[in-house]
């Protein structure tokens, strides 16, 4: 499963069966190499310009992130973005909004901090 998706600065990231990838150079002959987003992981994946995966080293030293974990970084990136871009809407109506997409995963917990997170947000951008 690959999909492509936005980290909390607004940087492309490639999610290829659990693991997330970020840019890491330019290599010759315009091919992109995409190393591990963890920092002590030595995996990485290679892209031709049609993005497709032409090679590929699969030793992660770390499990992968779960689903529940994944739905929330995603849910949260994608708030704290609309928190700065509409600064008058109330948390609580901006998590209650995405909330009716139905995403079965979140507890709690999770909600506690995607609200904290759209909080830092917005009061780095004052």
Known sequence: MTSVI???KNKTLFNIDGYKFRYHKTLKNDVQRWSCCKKTCKSYIKLN???EIIERVNDHN???DSVEVFNRQQL????KRKAVEELYDKPSKLIHGALSKDIPTLTTYDLT???NN???ARSSTI
């Open 6 to 8: 936005l980290s909390e």
């Open 49 to 51: 310009n049609e993005n």
């Open 62 to 64: 770390h499990i992968k």
């Open 76 to 79: 949260s990136n994608n708030l």
């Open 113 to 115: 901090l995607i609200r």
């Open 118 to 120: 759209i909080h830092h």
